[in-house]
C-alpha cells in the first residue's frame, strides 16, 4: 500500500478552507466580503490539487499538479484585491496592472517555462515523494509575486498614513503573509516531505479570516451555521476513515464472517450513522456555545423594537435605550446626546443614572462627530486613538473623553443623518468590547435612531399645532388648555390672568404694510415672552391680541408686570435714524383668581370684560376686574373703570334702535326694556361688577332688534306658531347680530344677546352651546326673556302668575337654565327685588 506523508495536512487545509468559505457564503455581502470568498476559492483549489494530486487521484497527479500550481501563482493578485478592498482602495489601475501580469504567469506556468512538473518517486520505507527540478527561471513568478504583494502592503500603509486605517485590525494579515511566502519557499526545496506550503496557506487564512472578525465584517456565529457543522461532521469522518476503513473490514470479516462481501455497505452505513450522530452532536455543543446569547440578544431587539415603535414619547424612549445597552453591553455609564435646536451641539439629554453628569456638550465640529459623516458603525475609543482623526482633536475635547471614562461612542444615524451619539464607559476590569457587543449596540442604535427621529418629528408637529407659526407663543387652543390646568392646580392659591389688546392695529397695518405688521407682533411677542419668562405662560390669543397666566401674582404683581410690558411695547418704534412710525399702544384687562372669579371661564370671562372696558374707556390703559367682599355672592361687584356718563354716548343709538322696532311691534319694545330690568337686578345681585351690568343692561334692550325682519303676521299671531313659522322666528337672533355688528361702539354686547335662547343642556339655538360654555351675560337674559314672556300678555296667551313663572323656572333649572342663576332669581322674585313689570294692556284693564 502506498503511503502518503502527511496527507492529513492538505486534507485538513481543504476542510478548513470550505469552512471558512460556507461561513461567509451567509454574511452580509461587501466587496471585502467577495474579496474574501475569492481568496479562499483560490486556497481550495490550491490546497484542493495539492491534496488530490499526492492522493493521485484520477485523472493523475500531474492534472492535479497544474490545478495546485495555477491556484497558487494566483493567490497574491487574490491577496491584493483582499488587503485594498479591506482598508478601503477604491483605485483600479494598479489593480488592472497586476491582474493582467498575473494571467500571463499563469499563462506561461501552464506552459512549463518557470517551473516543470514533479518526478514521483517512492522512497524505501514505500511512501511517494513528488521531486522539483529547479530553474533559474522560478525567480521571475518569484520577483513577480514580491512585487504584488509589496505593492499590496505599500497601499496599506499609505491607507493608515491618509486615511487612519486602524493598525491593530491588519495585524493579523501583516503576520500571516510571512508565513505564506516563507512557507512557499521551503516547500519546494528539494527532498521535502512536508507541505510546508500548504500548512502556511492554512495560518494565513485563519489570521485574515480573524482580521475579518476584529474589523467586525461579520459575526463568529456564522461558522456553526447547518453547512458547517455537516462538512466538518464528514471531514472528521473522513480523516478517521482513512485510517479505519482497512482494521474495520478485518475485524467485520473476522467476528462476522457471514458479512464477507457485504463489508464496504456495513461500513458505508455505519459511517452515515456516525456522521448524523457527528453531525447533531456537533450543532448542540457549538449552539450551547455560541448562539445561546446571540438569540438571547435577538429577542432583546426584537422587544425593544416593539416596545419603542408604540411610544412618542422621547424621554421614554432614551430612557428604554440606555437601560437597554447597560444590561447588555454591561457598562456602569451611558450618556445619550442630541442634536439641539439651533443644530450647533449635541446635547446630553438622558444617562444611565441621575447622579451621572448632563452639564457637558460636544460640538459638531468635533473629530469624534465628524468622524460618523462617513461610518455608520460604532466607534471604539482605543481604535480611534490611533488614528490621525484623534491626533488632531483638541485637548479639551480628548480630556472630556478620559473624564468620562469612554470606551466607544455609537452613532444615532437614520436616513444618513446624525442625530444624536451614545457614549459608553469603559467595561469594568477593562475588559474589550466584543464583536458581538459592536454588533448589538449597531443594530440597536439603528431601531433607537429611526425611533427618535419619528419622535422629534412627533414633537415639532406637536409644537407647530400648539403655537403660533408667526410669534412662537402658544395658540389659542393650547392656552385654554393650559388655563384649566392652571385653574384646577391653583385652587389653594392665585392665579392671574392678564388679556393684552394692540390698540387701533388695523389703521397700523393699513399705514404700513402687513409686512411691518407681523414684524410689531414679534416684537410685542418677544417683548412679553422676556418679562414673563418661566414664571408664567405667553400666549397669541387672536390677531392682535396676547394673553399672559401668571400662577402665584396677586393684582399688584400682575399690574406691575403689564405696566413694564406696556412701556417697552410703547418703544418699539422709537428710533433714532429719523424714521418715525406710529407709536403702539395696549389696552389691557386683568383678573385674578379667586378674588375675582372661581372658575377658568369666570377668570377668562372677566379679563375680556375688562378689555372690553379699557377699549370704551379711551384705550391705552389697564384696567382690573376688582372686587368688593362686602357684597358676598359668586364674584362681587367692583368699582366702575368707566367714567361717569360713558352710557350716555351710546344711549341714543339704542334707544333709535328700540324705536324703530317699537313701531312695527309694540309689546317686543316693552318686552326688551323688562328684560333689561330684571337681567340687571339679577347680574347685580350675583356679583358682576358694573361695567359688566351695564354691558347686560345693553345686551338686553337690544337682543330682539333682530324682528325688525321677521314678518308682522308671525309676530302678532293670535294662535300657536306653526314649526315653518317658529324657524322663521328663530331667526332674528343672527338678525340682531347682523344689525349690532355693524356698530362698532356696541359690538362688546354680542356675546350676551346672541345667546339669551341657548339652553343649560345644549338643546337651544343658534349655537347649541351648553353649560358654562354660555356667556354669563346670555345666561342672565334667557332667565329675564323667560320670565317676562310668562307674566306677559301675548298675542296667543293670557299672562301667567308669578308663582306658576317661578315654578317652571325652578323645574328647568339644570335644563334651560343655569340652576344656580335660576335659584338666585326666583330668590330675588319672592324677595320682592324682582317685581314683576306690568304690561299697558294690563294696566288698562
Not at 733 to 759: F, G, K, N, Q, T
Amino acid at each position: 500500500m502506498t503511503v502518503i506523508p502527511y496527507i492529513s495536512v492538505p486534507i485538513a487545509a481543504v476542510c478548513c478552507y470550505s469552512f471558512l468559505t460556507i461561513a461567509l457564503l451567509g454574511a452580509k455581502k461587501n466587496r471585502t466580503i467577495h474579496a474574501f470568498i475569492g481568496l479562499l476559492l483560490c486556497f481550495i483549489l490550491w490546497t484542493g490539487g495539492s491534496m488530490l494530486m499526492r492522493l493521485q487521484v484520477y485523472p493523475g497527479y500531474k492534472f492535479w499538479y497544474e490545478i495546485s500550481i495555477l491556484a497558487l501563482f494566483a493567490a497574491p493578485f487574490f491577496v491584493y484585491s483582499f488587503l485594498c478592498s479591506f482598508v478601503g482602495i477604491k483605485g483600479t489601475f494598479l489593480r488592472n496592472v497586476w491582474f493582467l501580469c498575473t494571467i500571463i504567469m499563469l499563462v506561461l506556468t501552464y506552459l512549463d517555462v518557470f517551473l516543470e512538473k514533479p518526478v514521483l518517486s517512492k522512497l524505501e520505507n514505500g511512501r511517494t515523494i513528488f521531486i522539483y527540478h529547479m530553474q533559474w527561471q522560478i525567480f521571475i513568478p518569484t520577483l513577480l509575486i514580491i512585487c504584488i504583494l509589496g505593492s499590496a502592503v505599500f497601499s496599506v500603509i499609505s491607507s493608515i498614513q491618509k486615511d487612519d486605517a486602524v493598525v491593530s485590525s491588519l495585524m493579523p494579515i501583516f503576520i500571516g503573509l510571512p508565513f505564506l511566502v516563507v512557507g512557499n519557499v521551503v516547500s519546494i526545496v528539494p527532498n521535502n516531505i512536508i507541505p510546508w506550503d500548504t500548512l502556511s496557506g492554512i495560518i494565513n487564512a485563519l489570521l485574515m479570516f480573524w482580521a475579518l472578525y476584529k474589523k467586525r465584517l461579520f459575526k463568529l456565529t456564522l461558522l456553526v451555521n447547518q453547512g458547517v457543522i455537516l462538512i466538518a461532521s464528514m471531514a472528521l469522518l473522513t480523516v478517521l476513515g482513512a485510517y479505519l476503513v482497512s482494521p474495520g473490514e478485518m475485524l467485520l470479516v473476522k467476528y462476522f464472517p457471514f458479512l464477507d462481501g457485504y463489508t464496504t455497505l456495513v461500513i458505508a452505513v455505519i459511517f452515515s450513522g456516525m456522521t448524523m450522530a457527528c453531525y447533531l452532536l456537533l450543532r448542540k455543543i457549538l449552539n450551547n456555545l455560541f448562539l445561546r446569547e446571540e438569540l438571547d440578544r435577538s429577542q432583546r431587539l426584537k422587544d425593544y423594537g416593539n416596545n419603542v415603535s408604540k411610544l412618542l414619547n422621547l424621554d421614554e424612549i432614551l430612557t428604554k435605550l440606555v437601560n437597554e445597552i447597560v444590561e447588555v453591553i454591561g457598562v456602569p455609564k451611558a450618556y445619550v446626546c442630541l442634536l439641539d435646536e439651533a443644530g450647533a451641539s449635541y446635547k446630553t439629554v438622558c444617562t444611565a443614572t441621575p447622579l451621572d453628569s448632563k452639564f457637558f456638550t460636544i460640538a459638531v465640529d468635533n473629530p469624534c462627530i465628524t468622524w460618523f459623516k462617513d461610518k455608520d458603525e460604532t466607534m471604539v475609543l482605543k481604535e480611534f486613538q490611533r488614528t490621525t482623526v484623534y491626533k488632531s482633536m483638541w485637548d479639551a475635547e480628548k480630556q472630556l473623553l478620559r473624564e468620562l471614562q469612554i470606551g466607544c461612542i455609537t452613532p444615532l444615524k437614520c436616513d444618513n443623518e446624525l442625530v444624536g451619539i451614545v457614549l459608553l464607559s469603559e467595561k469594568p476590569r477593562s475588559v474589550s468590547f466584543s464583536y458581538d457587543d459592536l454588533t448589538f449596540l449597531d443594530s440597536l442604535q439603528a431601531i433607537a435612531s429611526i425611533a427618535i427621529k419619528n419622535a422629534k418629528l412627533y414633537q415639532q408637529a406637536y409644537k407647530e399645532a400648539r403655537t403660533d407659526h408667526l410669534t412662537g407663543l402658544l395658540n389659542r387652543k393650547s392656552f385654554m388648555e393650559v388655563l384649566d390646568r392652571e385653574a384646577k392646580r391653583c385652587m389653594d392659591s392665585s392665579l392671574a390672568l392678564a388679556i393684552l389688546n394692540l390698540d387701533d392695529f388695523k389703521l397700523y397695518n393699513q399705514l404700513y404694510g402687513n409686512h411691518e405688521g407681523d414684524v410689531a407682533l414679534c416684537n410685542v411677542a418677544r417683548i412679553i415672552s422676556g418679562y414673563v419668562g418661566l414664571n408664567g405662560t405667553t400666549a397669541r390669543y387672536s390677531g392682535k391680541e396676547f394673553a399672559v397666566l401668571m400662577p402665584g401674582y396677586n393684582v399688584r404683581q400682575t399690574v406691575e408686570l403689564v405696566s413694564n410690558i406696556k412701556k417697552q411695547i410703547a418703544e418699539i418704534n422709537v428710533t433714532t435714524d429719523g424714521v418715525a412710525l406710529k407709536p403702539l399702544t395696549l389696552s389691557a384687562g386683568i383678573c385674578v383668581m379667586p378674588y375675582a372669579a372661581q372658575n377658568a371661564k369666570q377668570l377668562l370671562g372677566n379679563a375680556d370684560m375688562a378689555v372690553y372696558n379699557a377699549k370704551r374707556s379711551g384705550k391705552n390703559k389697564i384696567l382690573t376686574y376688582s372686587v368688593d367682599s362686602a357684597k358676598g355672592g359668586m364674584v362681587t361687584t367692583a368699582e366702575t373703570n368707566l367714567p361717569a356718563g360713558n352710557y350716555e354716548e351710546y344711549a341714543s343709538t339704542i334707544y333709535a334702535l328700540t324705536a324703530a322696532i317699537d313701531a312695527k311691534d309694540h309689546y317686543t319694545f316693552s318686552h326688551s326694556q323688562n328684560v333689561a330690568e330684571y337681567a340687571t337686578i339679577l347680574a347685580t345681585e350675583m356679583g358682576l361688577n358694573s361695567d359688566h351690568v351695564r354691558i347686560i343692561y345693553e345686551a338686553a334692550l337690544l337682543h330682539d332688534i333682530g324682528k325688525i325682519a321677521v314678518p308682522e303676521s308671525i309676530l302678532t299671531k293670535p294662535s300657536r306658531l306653526t314649526q315653518e313659522e317658529f324657524e322663521l322666528m328663530k331667526t332674528h337672533v343672527e338678525h340682531s347680530i347682523a344689525i349690532i355688528r355693524h356698530l362698532p361702539s356696541l359690538d362688546y354686547v354680542i356675546p350676551a344677546a346672541i345667546a339669551h335662547h341657548e339652553r343649560w343642556d345644549g338643546h337651544g339655538y343658534p349655537r347649541g352651546i351648553a353649560g358654562e360654555d354660555i356667556p354669563v351675560g346670555g345666561r342672565c337674559l334667557a332667565l329675564a326673556d323667560a320670565f317676562d314672556a310668562m307674566t306677559s300678555t301675548r298675542s296667543y296667551k293670557e299672562a301667567f302668575s308669578v308663582e306658576f313663572a317661578c315654578k317652571e323656572i325652578e323645574q328647568q333649572a339644570g335644563k334651560q337654565f343655569d340652576p344656580r342663576l335660576a335659584d338666585l332669581f326666583v330668590q330675588l322674585v319672592q324677595k320682592g327685588k324682582i317685581k314683576v313689570i306690568l304690561s299697558e294692556q294690563k294696566r288698562a284693564k
